[in-house]
C-alpha cells in the first residue's frame, strides 16, 4: 500500500471536460440546497458533498451501468453521479412530491435504484453489509456487476465495517471499499479517535485487502484506482479499499460552521478544490478557458432550472404516508 | 395416517421444498452447511445444494443481515439465519433502521424479499442470554411481518409463505418445540401470513396463544374439562400481518379473553391485541382482559425459576379458571 502521487493521463481532454461539467453541476446543487436551506425551504438537516465530487464522478465513471452504488447520508454527489437529476434531488430535499423519494427519504436516503444507486444510509457504516450482499447477489447470478460502499472515515470504527470487511475478504465479492476520508468524524479529528494513520487502508491489511491511498481530489487519480480495482473484482479477485483524501467545503451538517478546522487547513485544501484541480488538468491538455467557464455556465442553468421546477412541485397528499410500506403498496399490519 | 415428523424436521423440509421450487433462494447462516445447523434445522440442504445455496457465514450477524439485504434487493430471495434469537440484538439495526425501511424511504424504489429465521424462546435451560422470547423485539417495529409456528404442517407452510413474500419476514423456530411432532404437511402446502387458525373450539374462554403458548394453552384446555370449563384456543401463526378478525370473532361468542405470550409483560405482544380488542370488541366482554406473559424479569438458569418467569399449563389454567368465574 502506498500513497499514489502521480496520474497518468488515461483520459482526454473532452472526457475530462464531461467529467468537469458534472462536478460542477453538483457544486451548484450543493450551493443550492445550502442557499435553499438557508431560505427556509429545505427542512430538517443536509450534508452536503461540495468538495467531494472528484470521488463520485470519477468512481461512477469507472463502472458499468448496472453495477450497484450504496452511500451514506452525504450521497448527493453519489446520487448525481449515478444519473439523478438536480431537479429529484432538489425537490426531495424540499419535501415534494416529485422527489426522489416522493418526500419520504430526505436528503439523507437519496436513491435512484433504476440507475443502480441502492440508496443513501443514515446509520454510520451500516450500508457496508448491505453492499457486500449486492457483490455476493451478482456472485451468485453469475453476473459481472460490481457493488460499490461508499463511506466516510468515522465509519471506519464502526463494527459493520469489520464484520463486511473480513465476509467479503472471505467470499471475495466483487465490491470495492471507497472511503472518503474527510479528516473529520463529525467534529472530531478523526486521527484523535483511530489507532491507525489510514483508518480505511491500514485496516484493510488485517483483512488481507488490498488497500490504495489517493487523492480523492484528482478526479482522473479517482478513475484511474477505481477502473484498476473494478477489474480485479470483476475477474473474481475480491474486494479492495480504496482511500480517497478529500475535504468538505461546509461542515458536517448545516448546523455546523466547521470552526473547528484550522484556517491554514480549510486554506490547503481549498487550493485542492477537485474543480480546481481538473480546471488545471484541463488547461494543461490544451483546452481554452471559454470552454470550461461554458461548462460552469451551463450547470448554473440546469440548477437555475432545477431550483425553480422543484420550487414549482406540489407537495405530497398527506395519504402516500401510508403507502409503500409493502410490496402490495400499502401499510396494513393487520385485519 | 402418515408417519409424524418432528417440528426441527419440518424447518429442513420448508427450507427444502423452497430452495427446489426456486433456485433463487439462498440459505446463510453459522454453522448451517456441513454442520447442518446447531439445532439440526438445516439438515440435509447442504448435501442437496451444496455450498452455492447454502453459505456459512462468520459470526458476523451485521454481515449475515445486512448482506441478505442487500442481495434480497438485487434479485435473490436470501433466507438468513440468526442462530439464537437472543442476537438479533447484535444485527438490530438491520431489523430496526434498515430492513423495515427500505422500501418506505425510498419511496417504494427497493423490494425486499428475504427471510430471517431464528430460534426463539426458553424451556430449555439455557439462560438470560440464550432463552428470550424475543417477538416483541421485531413487533415493535413497523415494516416487518413476523411468523411463528407452533406446529411442523405450520412450519413448512408458513416458510413457503415467508420465502415467498416480497416483504422481509422473521421467521420464529421455537426452540422448546424442536423435538414436538406432529403431522406432515401436504405436497405444496401453503398457510398464508396473517391467517390465525382456531386449534381448539370452545364456548367460555378464548385463549389466544402463538408458539410454544399454543401447546401450553390446549394442555389447559383439556385439562378444565373436569371443570366444566370451555376453552377455545387460537393460534395466531403470525403477529404481523396480525388477525384481529379472528380474535374478535371468537370473542364474540365467550365474552372472555386471555393472551398466553411468551415474552414478557412489559411490552408483549399481548398488550397490542388487548388494546384493539379493547378499542374494538369492548362491548363483547363480561370481563376484563387477561394476560399471561413471562414476568418482567431476565431469564434465569434452573428449571423450577425458568418455569416461575415463563407461562406454564398451570398459570394458563389458574388465569382461565379465575376469568370464567369473574
Known amino acids: 500500500m502506498t500513497v499514489s502521487e502521480d496520474t497518468s493521463v488515461t483520459v482526454d481532454a473532452g472526457r475530462l471536460l464531461e467529467w468537469y461539467e458534472q462536478m460542477a453541476l453538483i457544486r451548484q446543487t450543493e450551493k443550492a440546497a445550502y442557499d435553499l436551506f438557508m431560505s427556509g425551504l429545505v427542512k430538517g438537516t443536509t450534508h452536503l458533498a461540495a468538495g467531494h465530487e472528484a470521488v463520485a464522478v470519477g468512481a461512477s465513471a469507472a463502472l458499468n451501468e448496472d453495477d450497484y452504488v450504496f452511500a451514506t447520508y452525504r450521497g448527493h454527489h453519489h446520487a448525481m453521479a449515478r444519473g439523478a437529476t438536480p431537479a429529484e434531488c432538489l425537490a426531495e430535499l424540499m419535501s415534494k412530491a416529485t422527489g426522489l423519494c416522493k418526500a419520504k427519504g430526505g436528503s439523507m436516503h437519496l436513491t435512484k435504484a433504476d440507475k443502480g444507486m441502492l440508496g443513501s444510509y443514515a446509520i454510520v457504516g451500516s450500508h457496508l453489509p448491505i453492499a457486500a450482499g449486492a457483490a455476493w447477489s451478482a456472485k451468485l447470478r453469475g453476473t459481472q456487476q460490481v457493488a460499490v460502499a461508499f463511506f466516510g472515515d468515522g465509519a471506519t470504527n464502526i463494527g459493520a465495517f469489520h464484520e463486511t470487511l473480513n465476509m467479503a475478504a472471505v467470499w471475495k465479492l466483487p465490491v470495492l471499499f471507497v472511503c472518503e476520508n474527510n479528516l473529520y468524524m463529525e467534529y472530531t479529528p478523526i486521527s484523535a479517535v483511530t489507532s491507525v494513520a489510514h483508518p480505511a487502508a491500514d485496516r484493510a491489511v488485517s483483512y488481507g485487502l488490498p488497500a490504495e491511498i489517493i487523492d480523492g481530489n484528482d478526479v482522473i487519480k479517482v478513475y484511474d484506482t477505481m477502473t484498476d480495482a473494478v477489474d480485479q473484482a470483476r475477474a473474481g479477485e475480491g474486494p479492495t479499499v480504496i482511500e480517497a483524501l478529500t475535504y468538505r467545503h461546509y461542515g458536517h451538517s448545516r448546523a455546523d460552521p466547521a470552526k473547528y478546522r484550522p484556517a491554514d487547513e480549510v486554506e490547503h485544501w481549498m487550493q485542492r478544490d477537485p474543480l480546481l484541480v481538473a480546471r488545471e488538468r484541463l488547461t494543461s491538455l490544451g483546452v481554452d478557458a471559454a470552454d470550461i467557464d461554458a461548462a460552469d455556465a451551463r450547470a448554473a442553468d440546469v440548477i437555475k432550472a432545477a431550483v425553480q421546477e422543484a420550487k414549482d412541485a406540489p407537495y405530497p397528499d398527506p395519504a402516500t404516508a401510508l403507502t409503500d410500506v409493502w410490496a402490495d403498496g400499502g401499510a396494513a399490519w393487520r385485519n | ?326
Open chain 2, 1 to 326: 395416517m402418515a408417519e409424524l415428523i418432528t417440528y426441527r424436521e419440518a424447518v429442513s423440509e420448508g427450507l427444502a421444498r423452497e430452495m427446489r421450487r426456486d433456485s433463487r433462494v439462498v440459505c446463510l447462516g453459522e454453522d448451517i452447511g456441513a454442520a447442518e445447523g446447531v439445532f439440526k434445522t438445516t439438515t440435509g440442504l447442504f448435501t442437496e445444494f451444496g455450498p452455492e445455496r447454502v453459505w456459512d457465514t462468520p459470526i458476523s450477524e451485521q454481515a449475515i443481515v445486512g448482506a441478505a439485504l442487500g442481495a434480497a434487493m438485487t434479485g435473490i430471495r436470501p433466507v438468513a439465519e440468526i442462530m439464537f434469537s437472543d442476537f438479533i440484538a447484535c444485527c438490530y439495526d438491520y431489523l430496526a433502521n434498515e430492513i423495515p425501511k427500505m422500501r418506505y424511504m425510498t419511496g417504494g424504489q427497493v423490494t425486499v424479499p428475504l427471510v430471517i429465521r431464528t430460534a426463539n424462546g426458553g424451556g430449555l435451560g439455557f439462560g438470560a442470554q440464550h432463552s428470550q422470547a424475543v417477538e416483541n423485539w421485531v413487533f415493535t417495529v413497523p415494516g416487518l411481518k413476523i411468523a411463528a409456528p407452533s406446529t411442523p404442517a405450520d412450519v413448512v407452510g408458513l416458510m413457503a409463505s415467508a420465502v415467498r413474500s416480497d416483504d422481509p419476514v422473521v421467521f420464529f423456530e421455537h426452540k422448546g418445540l424442536l423435538a414436538s411432532k406432529g403431522e406432515p404437511a401436504p405436497e405444496e402446502h401453503v398457510v398464508p401470513l396473517g391467517e390465525a387458525s382456531v386449534v381448539r373450539s370452545g364456548n367460555d374462554v378464548t385463549v389466544v396463544a402463538l408458539a410454544s403458548t399454543v401447546p401450553t394453552a390446549l394442555s389447559a384446555a383439556e385439562q378444565l374439562i373436569t371443570e366444566d370449563i370451555s376453552v377455545e384456543v387460537i393460534d395466531l401463526r403470525c403477529l404481523v400481518p396480525l388477525d384481529v378478525k379472528t380474535v374478535l370473532s371468537s370473542v364474540e361468542r365467550t365474552s372472555h379473553l386471555i393472551l398466553v405470550e411468551e415474552n414478557p409483560y412489559q411490552g408483549g405482544w399481548g398488550a397490542t391485541v388487548a388494546s384493539i380488542v379493547a378499542d374494538e370488541g369492548f362491548e363483547l366482554l363480561d370481563a376484563p382482559i387477561r394476560r399471561v406473559a413471562a414476568e418482567c424479569v431476565p431469564l434465569p438458569f434452573a428449571d423450577a425459576l425458568e418455569d416461575e418467569v415463563i407461562p406454564t399449563v398451570e398459570k394458563v389454567v389458574e388465569a382461565v379458571r379465575r376469568l370464567a368465574a369473574f
